[in-house]
C-alpha cells in the first residue's frame, strides 16, 4: 500500500491511498504484452487529499518500514502540471493495489516545490528507486543526486538527451513511432519520403530519426522542409515540398492541428496520392478524422484497450479522467513489482534487471529499456477514419530477438 508524507511550506505533498484491494486489473498486464488507447481527459484530476500546510501542525516524518522496500513517486502535484502528476500519482498507486503487492511502499513527492529538494527528501526516507521525474528540467536536477546515491531513475520524460548512466525514460518518443510508421509505409510500397518537421529541438530529433529510419528499411528520402509553426511559414514549406515531385510518403512531424493545416497544402500538389504519415503526437488528438485530407493518415502509437480500462477504474476511484500519461505512472509500478521479486528488503534496486532483453508489459503494451536508457515499444498502426481511427496493424505482443 503506498504511504503519503508531509513536510513544511509544501515541499513534499501527501497522496494517501486507501488500503482496501480493488479488482486485479494488473495481474492481466504483467507477463502480457497487449497495449491502449489514446484519449483525451474530460476534466482535470485533483490531488486525492489537500497538502498538508505548515499551520496544520508539525510535519510527520516517514515511519520506518524494514518489511517493504521504499519507491518513490517524483511528479509536480501543484503548479501547472499539477493535473498531470496527480494522474501519474493516483495511478502508480492503482498500479500496487491491483498487484497486490505488499513489498513494496510508494510515497509521492512534489517536484513543483524543488526537484532537487524532493529527490533529496526521498533518499533520506530511504527510497531506493525514483518513478519520475515528469520534465527533462527536472530529471537533469535529480540525475546527478540519485546517481551518486545509487539510486536508479525511470523517469516520464520523452526527451532522450536525459537518458543514460543510471536514468531511463518511459516517455514516447518520436523515434519509436517514425520508426514502425516507416516500415508500415515500406512495407506498402512507399520507397521515397518527404519530411515536413517544425524548427527547434522535436524538430530536430524527428528529422533525424526520418532519415535514419529510411536509410535502415530501405527507402530514400528526397525532400526535407522546416517550419516554424507560424501560417505563412508552414505554407512556403508545403509549396516547396510540392516542388519536389515524385514522393510516395511525406512525414508531418507535428501535432494534429498543424498536420491538419499542412495535408490539404500537400493535397493540392503533385504528390497529391502521397502517403501522410504522422508522429506519436498525434494519439492525443480525437479530432484528426474532422480534416479530409487526413483520411486515410497513419501514426504509430499504442493501442486503446488497458488504457481505456485504466480510465475506468481511476474514474471510479478517483470521480476524475485521467491524464493519458497516467499509464506511465501504472507501468512504472508495475515494472517494480515485477522485479520485487529479485529485490531483497532493504537492498540496492537491481538496476541490471531493467534491461531485460524480454521487456515488460503494462497499460501502454510491450516496452523494454535499450542500454541507452530509452524505451523501446512496441506501436500498432493508426489510420485516421472519419470517426476518428482505428487500428490497421496491430502492435507485436513482445520482442522476437
Same mark, same amino acid.
Given at each position: 500500500?503506498?504511504?503519503?508524507?508531509?513536510?513544511?511550506?509544501?515541499?513534499?505533498?501527501?497522496?494517501?491511498?486507501?488500503?482496501?484491494?480493488?479488482?486485479?486489473?494488473?495481474?492481466?498486464?504483467?507477463?502480457?504484452?497487449?497495449?491502449?488507447?489514446?484519449?483525451?481527459?474530460?476534466? %482535470?484530476?485533483?490531488?486525492?487529499?489537500?497538502?498538508?500546510?505548515?499551520?496544520?501542525?508539525?510535519?510527520?516524518?516517514?515511519?520506518?518500514?524494514?518489511?517493504?522496500?521504499?519507491?518513490?513517486?517524483?511528479?509536480?502535484?501543484?503548479?501547472?502540471?499539477?493535473?498531470?502528476?496527480?494522474? #501519474?500519482?493516483?495511478?502508480?498507486?492503482?498500479?500496487?493495489?491491483?498487484?497486490?503487492?505488499?513489498? #513494496?511502499?510508494?510515497?509521492?513527492?512534489?517536484?513543483?516545490?524543488?526537484?532537487?529538494?524532493?529527490?533529496?527528501?526521498?533518499?533520506?526516507?530511504?527510497? *531506493?528507486?525514483?518513478?519520475? =521525474?515528469?520534465?527533462?528540467?527536472?530529471?537533469?536536477?535529480?540525475?546527478?543526486?540519485?546517481?551518486?546515491? +545509487?539510486?536508479?531513475?525511470?523517469?516520464?520524460?520523452?526527451?532522450?538527451?536525459?537518458?543514460?548512466?543510471?536514468?531511463?525514460?518511459?516517455?514516447?518518443?518520436?523515434?519509436?513511432?517514425?520508426?514502425?510508421?516507416?516500415? @508500415?509505409?515500406?512495407?506498402?510500397?512507399?520507397?521515397?519520403?518527404?519530411?515536413?518537421?517544425?524548427?527547434?529541438?522535436?524538430?530536430?530529433?524527428?528529422?533525424?530519426?526520418? #532519415?535514419?529510419?529510411?536509410?535502415?528499411?530501405?527507402?530514400?528520402?528526397?525532400?526535407?522542409?522546416?517550419?516554424?509553426?507560424?501560417?505563412?511559414?508552414? +505554407?512556403?514549406?508545403? *509549396?516547396?515540398?510540392?516542388?519536389?515531385?515524385?514522393? !510516395?510518403?511525406?512525414?508531418?512531424?507535428?501535432?494534429? *492541428?498543424?498536420?491538419?493545416?499542412?495535408? =490539404?497544402?500537400?493535397?493540392?500538389?503533385?504528390?497529391?496520392?502521397? @502517403?501522410?504519415?504522422?508522429?506519436?503526437?498525434?494519439?492525443?488528438?480525437?479530432?484528426?478524422?474532422?480534416?479530409?485530407?487526413?483520411?486515410?493518415?497513419?501514426?504509430?502509437?499504442?493501442?486503446?484497450?488497458?488504457?481505456?480500462?485504466?480510465?475506468?477504474?481511476?474514474?471510479?476511484?478517483?470521480?476524475?479522467?485521467?491524464?493519458?500519461?497516467?499509464?506511465?505512472?501504472? !507501468?512504472?509500478?508495475?515494472?517494480?513489482? %515485477?522485479?520485487?521479486?529479485?529485490?531483497?528488503?532493504?537492498?540496492?534496486?537491481?538496476?541490471?534487471?531493467?534491461?531485460?532483453?524480454?521487456?515488460?508489459?503494462?497499460?501502454?503494451?510491450?516496452?523494454?529499456?535499450?542500454?541507452?536508457?530509452?524505451?523501446?515499444?512496441?506501436?500498432?498502426? @493508426?489510420?485516421?477514419?472519419?470517426?476518428?481511427?482505428?487500428?490497421?496493424?496491430?502492435?507485436?505482443?513482445?520482442?522476437?530477438?
Amino acid at each position: 500500500m503506498a504511504e503519503a508524507a508531509s513536510r513544511p511550506q509544501g515541499l513534499r505533498r501527501a497522496v494517501t491511498i486507501a488500503s482496501a484491494a480493488l479488482a486485479v486489473f494488473a495481474g492481466a498486464c504483467v507477463g502480457r504484452r497487449e497495449p491502449p488507447r489514446e484519449q483525451r481527459p474530460e476534466a %482535470r484530476p485533483e490531488p486525492a487529499r489537500p497538502v498538508e500546510r505548515p499551520d496544520e501542525g508539525p510535519p510527520t516524518l516517514i515511519p520506518r518500514d524494514e518489511a517493504r522496500n521504499k519507491v518513490a513517486v517524483l511528479v509536480p502535484l501543484s503548479g501547472p502540471n499539477a493535473g498531470v502528476g496527480t494522474s #501519474i500519482a493516483n495511478a502508480a498507486n492503482l498500479a500496487l493495489l491491483d498487484s497486490g503487492e505488499t513489498s #513494496i511502499r510508494i510515497t509521492v513527492y512534489d517536484t513543483a516545490q524543488g526537484a532537487a529538494v524532493a529527490a533529496n527528501a526521498a533518499l533520506t526516507d530511504g527510497n *531506493r528507486l525514483f518513478l519520475g =521525474p515528469l520534465t527533462a528540467e527536472d530529471v537533469r536536477a535529480i540525475a546527478p543526486i540519485a546517481r551518486r546515491a +545509487g539510486v536508479p531513475v525511470i523517469a516520464f520524460s520523452n526527451d532522450a538527451s536525459v537518458a543514460g548512466d543510471g536514468t531511463y525514460i518511459m516517455g514516447f518518443t518520436p523515434d519509436q513511432s517514425i520508426e514502425r510508421a516507416v516500415r @508500415h509505409a515500406r512495407d506498402k510500397g512507399a520507397v521515397r519520403f518527404a519530411g515536413l518537421v517544425p524548427d527547434g529541438v522535436y524538430g530536430q530529433r524527428a528529422s533525424q530519426a526520418l #532519415i535514419g529510419s529510411v536509410e535502415r528499411n530501405g527507402g530514400r528520402m528526397v525532400a526535407m522542409q522546416g517550419f516554424n509553426r507560424a501560417p505563412a511559414s508552414l +505554407g512556403a514549406a508545403a *509549396r516547396a515540398l510540392n516542388a519536389r515531385t515524385g514522393f !510516395d510518403a511525406v512525414v508531418i512531424a507535428d501535432s494534429g *492541428r498543424i498536420a491538419a493545416a499542412a495535408a =490539404p497544402l500537400i493535397r493540392s500538389g503533385p504528390s497529391r496520392g502521397a @502517403h501522410v504519415i504522422g508522429t506519436e503526437l498525434w494519439s492525443t488528438d480525437d479530432t484528426l478524422g474532422k480534416s479530409p485530407a487526413l483520411r486515410g493518415a497513419w501514426f504509430a502509437g499504442v493501442a486503446d484497450m488497458r488504457f481505456d480500462q485504466l480510465v475506468t477504474r481511476y474514474r471510479a476511484r478517483y470521480r476524475k479522467t485521467p491524464y493519458r500519461l497516467a499509464s506511465l505512472g501504472y !507501468d512504472g509500478v508495475l515494472l517494480a513489482v %515485477r522485479i520485487s521479486r529479485d529485490w531483497d528488503i532493504g537492498a540496492r534496486f537491481p538496476e541490471r534487471r531493467l534491461t531485460d532483453r524480454d521487456g515488460f508489459s503494462g497499460v501502454d503494451g510491450a516496452f523494454r529499456f535499450r542500454r541507452d536508457g530509452t524505451a523501446e515499444r512496441m506501436m500498432a498502426i @493508426h489510420a485516421v477514419t472519419t470517426g476518428g481511427t482505428t487500428i490497421v496493424s496491430p502492435a507485436a505482443t513482445g520482442f522476437s530477438d
